[in-house]
């Protein structure tokens, strides 16, 4: 019963992420530029903006210069996540390759230190957002709801690292059964089904949220557009 | 951006969004059940506590005889390596299976040996 | 608005963040546009009875059109990145003048009508109903942006508040509300051809009046032979130079405008203005019309035409030379019977700078000694457009211009300048005297900025090429205890040091 259950919520959120996601990204690639409004200086050919996508994507560079404590916390954060994410491949494909294997024993080696590096920037974020009065004053509800829900899934990790753990084994088993389509058994640690459960409301949320950044920054128009107005005709598709 | 070029971007989303299912379709593993490891179990007995706790907690176990043996001087003779190897007579068979499944690297290997079955095939024929 | 006397900020050379003050600026509101206006620019004449209907048909409308507007009201995650940035939200302490406040009241509507959360979760998704409140809210907080991207350049996203601004703007248009100000600036342009609604005989003898008095002043210095003309309408010229009208006109944007016609006249290049393209500057964009500045715009590529010319010039003016730089070859280009070796358009100041460096024209500096010079970056120069090949040479080549020309320049703060530059407080929409509380409060930072060097170089000549910027400035220095003629522009600094 919670198998089956959870099997189906589980291809259910999946479905939503990916579809959510996917039409974000239809909508806003065919949505049209009607005039070059790129933020400049800019770079003046593709090799540039690539760049400039790719190190605001990165590095956070607009943001660097904008803001340092909003750039620390932002970047620990996805840093943490990135770490995070990056060590759970091992649970996404079997036999796990060799670089995995490599990471996941440097991983082990700082063991404690990701749990703290995943929940302190978000600790962080949610003080600064109270703390500063204009921060308060512009969040909405969802803000605040995204950095809990993250807190409470780190904080079901920790707690599965540590203190009440799954079998690991039965874990992996589930996880490929979801992704060969082969349903296993739902592990029945309390923690784990947490953690598992408020990862689907996560993936479900996603395309809905303002998560959607992630996706979005590659399609923003005042960095992703060549400073070449003058050199090349740019021609507005419904006013041609 | 036209349609044309619009769908190329939303492939490639696609393809990464999807991406644990690709790699696993890649690899050939799709519907079937060869993600599923076996264990070579020994035959018969009871292991120092029940298979659940073990599943999940045999770590605690190794750690505190470790800890105790190392700070304390005190071998707690049950919850040593060596008497593992009584039931649990290979490595590769037993422990590295789930190990390396779940992409867990043990430290107890790095001091101690535990042998393979190779290695105690060899040994057996050497005497 | 009551007349009451406005506070204006002390002066300290600091630039600090307020604590926020919810609403206070929220009493400073536009005229609203008469029901003639309105009607004659083709929108509902007042406040149509289902405007909320009509408001949502039209955002949904945008949406499909401006991937900027589709993108930015999705990708916010309110960092507060941006709410330290914005002069308006520097001076006014209020937090919806903060780009992701002003950002938020349309964001609200987006959620509410356009996002399955918002219709669902209402509130907790931070979604809103379009309430009469809210309106207003609209009505006065998404004019007092004057879309000079700032918060852009600070955004990790890029979202630029001027994109939904103009969206706002547009909106609010097509349901019967728009500002008196800008909508009957561009009828004026529309019936006459410029924001100043000056007929073509009156341009013409302005600038007879204003060589003839250049002229008597050389003859006051003993200088007799001067012959630099400002021509208008001459068919066959090899360069066509548009200017804001307030350069026809307004001081001190006429000493710039001598400044053009001196450096033609010294390069031996044959130049002419347009009194059909008698305007540089396009409040299309103020009301975040595509159609309006199109039509505004029409008039440059007819003149181009018209007159046969070779090569198109722009004069010195901040939201024109974006929209001349970066729109004017969509909205009513190709210019394809110009001469391809240059620009289209140039910039007066690439065009002067490139005199320069070939030797076309010589310049005393010493004719500016007695003043110490600092230059204002103006917003829709810095952020907008290029000058040059190089990316930043807007920045540069003014600035090589000024140093060309005096002997002593002295830049404002870092953060103050170049892509980090303040707006004047009083761009798109905003330079009307109704405004005029907002006006002091938003260049506050500039002020704030410029006090810093006077006080520890003692500048005391501020050029900017930008028309908003000259009214903005004269207007607004006294007030801080700046002398009016301090402003000016960077052709004024050439056309004293320029040797004819």
Same mark, same amino acid.
């Given at each position: 019963?919670?198998?089956?259950?959870?099997?189906?919520?589980?291809?259910?959120?999946?479905?939503? =992420?990916?579809?959510?996601?996917?039409?974000?990204?239809? #909508?806003?690639?065919? +949505?049209?530029?009607?005039? #070059?409004?790129?933020? +400049?200086?800019?770079? +003046?050919?593709?090799?540039?903006?690539?760049?400039?996508?790719?190190?605001?994507?990165?590095?956070?560079?607009?943001?660097?210069?904008?803001?340092?404590?909003?750039?620390?916390?932002?970047?620990?954060?996805?840093?943490?996540?990135?770490?995070?994410?990056?060590?759970?491949?091992?649970? =996404?494909?079997?036999?796990?390759p060799e670089l995995i294997m490599l990471l996941q024993t440097f991983l082990q080696s700082i063991g404690i230190f990701i749990g703290a590096i995943f929940l302190a920037p978000i600790g962080y974020l949610f003080i600064r957002r109270v703390w500063v009065d204009r921060i308060r004053f512009v969040s909405i509800f969802a803000d605040y709801f995204i950095l809990i829900l993250l807190f409470c899934i780190g904080l079901s990790g920790i707690t599965m690292k540590y203190f009440i753990r799954p079998d690991l084994v039965a874990v992996?088993?589930? !996880?490929?059964?979801?992704?060969? =389509?082969?349903?296993?058994?739902?592990?029945?640690?309390?923690? =784990?089904?947490?953690?598992?459960?408020? !990862?689907?409301?996560?993936?479900?949320?996603?395309?809905?949220?303002?998560?959607?950044?992630?996706?979005? !920054?590659?399609?923003?128009? +005042?960095?992703?557009?060549?400073?070449?107005?003058?050199? #090349?005709?740019?021609?507005?598709?419904?006013?041609? | 951006m036209n349609k044309f070029m619009a769908k190329?971007?939303?492939?490639?989303?696609?393809?990464?969004?999807?991406?644990?299912?690709?790699?696993?379709?890649?690899?050939?593993?799709?519907?079937?059940?060869?993600?599923?490891?076996?264990?070579?179990?020994?035959?018969?007995?009871?292991c120092v506590k029940d298979k659940e706790y073990m599943r999940a907690n045999h770590m605690d176990i190794l750690k505190e005889a470790r800890v105790k043996t190392v700070r304390d001087g005190v071998r707690i003779k049950d919850y040593s390596l060596k008497n593992c190897q009584t039931c649990h007579t290979n490595r590769d068979e037993f422990c590295d299976r789930c190990h390396n499944y779940v992409g867990v690297k043990p430290e107890c290997f790095e001091c101690h040996h535990f042998p393979t079955s190779k290695e105690r095939k060899e040994r057996c024929e050497g005497n | 608005m009551a007349k009451e006397k406005i506070e204006v900020p002390k002066l300290t050379g600091k630039i600090e963040i307020p604590r926020i003050k919810p609403g206070a600026a929220l009493v400073c509101e536009h005229h609203k546009a008469k029901e003639q206006m309105l009607t004659e620019l083709g929108y509902p004449s007042a406040l149509v009875e289902n405007w909320q209907e009509k408001a949502i048909a039209k955002m949904r409308e945008l949406l499909n059109k401006y991937k900027s507007l589709k993108l930015y009201l999705d990708v916010c995650v309110r960092c507060g990145a941006c709410t330290d940035k914005c002069q308006f939200f520097l001076g006014t302490a209020d937090p919806k003048n903060t780009p992701v406040g002003r950002q938020e009241l349309l964001r609200k509507i987006y959620r509410r009508y356009f996002t399955p959360a918002g219709k669902l979760l209402g509130g907790l998704a931070g979604a809103e109903d379009f309430t009469e409140e809210m309106l207003k809210e609209w009505y006065a907080y998404f004019h007092q942006c004057s879309q000079c991207r700032r918060c852009s350049l600070a955004c990790p996203y890029g979202i630029d508040t001027a994109e939904i601004s103009m969206a706002a703007r547009e909106i609010m248009?097509?349901?019967?509300?728009? *500002?008196?100000? @800008?909508?009957?600036?561009?009828?004026?342009? %529309?019936?006459?051809?410029?924001?100043?609604?000056?007929?073509?005989?009156?341009?013409?003898? /302005?600038?007879?009046?204003?060589?003839?008095?250049?002229?008597?002043?050389?003859?006051?210095?003993?200088? *007799?032979?001067i012959d630099v003309k400002i021509p208008m309408d001459v068919e066959g010229a090899d360069i066509l130079l548009v200017v804001p009208s307030a350069d026809f006109f307004a001081s001190p944007h006429i000493e710039s405008l001598l400044?053009?016609?001196?450096?033609?006249?010294?390069?031996?290049?044959?130049? *002419?203005? /347009?009194?059909?393209? /008698?305007?540089?500057?396009? %409040?299309?964009? %103020?009301t975040g019309s595509y159609d309006g500045m199109k039509k505004v715009a029409s008039r440059i590529g007819q003149a181009v035409r018209d007159l046969k010319v070779k090569r198109l010039v722009i004069g010195e003016c901040g939201h024109a030379y974006r929209i001349a730089y970066n729109f004017w070859n969509t909205l009513t280009g190709p210019f394809d019977t110009l001469d391809p070796k240059y620009p289209v358009p140039q910039h007066i100041c690439e065009f002067t700078y490139d005199m320069i460096k070939r030797g076309a024209i010589r310049l005393d500096k010493s004719a500016n000694d007695e003043f110490v010079v600092t230059y204002h970056d103006s917003c829709n120069v810095a952020r907008a457009t290029r000058m040059g090949d190089m990316p930043g040479g807007q920045f540069e080549i003014p600035?090589?211009?000024?140093?060309?020309?005096?002997?002593?320049?002295?830049?404002?703060?870092?953060? *103050?300048?170049?892509?980090? @530059?303040?707006?004047?407080?009083?761009?798109a929409g905003l330079l009307t005297d109704e405004m005029l509380e907002i006006r002091i409060k938003g260049a506050m930072p500039r002020m704030q900025a410029l006090k810093q060097v006077v006080d520890s170089h003692g500048v005391n000549f501020y050029v900017l090429i930008c028309a908003i910027c000259k009214a903005q400035f004269t207007k607004i220095f006294p007030m801080y205890g700046f002398p009016m003629d301090m402003v000016g522009g960077v052709h004024q600094l050439v056309s004293r040091a320029i040797i004819l």
């Open positions: 019963m919670l198998s089956t259950c959870y099997t189906f919520s589980a291809y259910f959120a999946i479905v939503i =992420f990916v579809l959510g996601i996917l039409c974000k990204v239809w #909508k806003y690639a065919i +949505t049209p530029n009607p005039l #070059k409004i790129s933020l +400049t200086p800019a770079p +003046t050919n593709a090799a540039g903006v690539i760049l400039r996508v790719i190190l605001d994507a990165s590095l956070f560079n607009s943001l660097f210069k904008s803001n340092k404590f909003i750039w620390l916390g932002g970047c620990a954060l996805h840093l943490a996540l990135l770490i995070v994410v990056a060590s759970h491949i091992r649970f =996404f494909v079997s036999p796990v992996k088993t589930f !996880i490929m059964g979801l992704i060969s =389509f082969s349903p296993e058994p739902m592990p029945t640690n309390p923690i =784990f089904i947490t953690h598992f459960t408020l !990862i689907l409301i996560l993936l479900a949320y996603f395309p809905f949220s303002k998560l959607i950044h992630s996706v979005g !920054i590659f399609f923003s128009p +005042t960095r992703n557009q060549i400073d070449n107005s003058r050199e #090349k005709r740019h021609v507005n598709p419904w006013d041609r | 190329i971007v939303v492939l490639i989303f696609a393809l990464v969004l999807l991406s644990p299912f690709v790699v696993n379709a890649v690899r050939g593993v799709m519907g079937s059940s060869a993600t599923a490891i076996d264990l070579v179990l020994p035959e018969s007995g009871e | 248009h097509s349901i019967g509300l728009g *500002t008196k100000y @800008t909508d009957e600036i561009i009828l004026k342009v %529309f019936n006459v051809g410029n924001n100043l609604g000056m007929q073509p005989k009156a341009i013409k003898s /302005s600038l007879d009046f204003c060589v003839d008095e250049m002229k008597e002043a050389y003859e006051e210095k003993g200088i *007799t032979n400044g053009y016609a001196k450096v033609f006249h010294q390069a031996g290049i044959s130049w *002419t203005l /347009s009194s059909y393209a /008698s305007e540089a500057g396009n %409040f299309g964009m %103020f600035r090589a211009i000024i140093k060309a020309c005096c002997n002593k320049f002295v830049d404002m703060p870092q953060e *103050t300048i170049r892509e980090n @530059t303040f707006c004047c407080g009083g761009g």
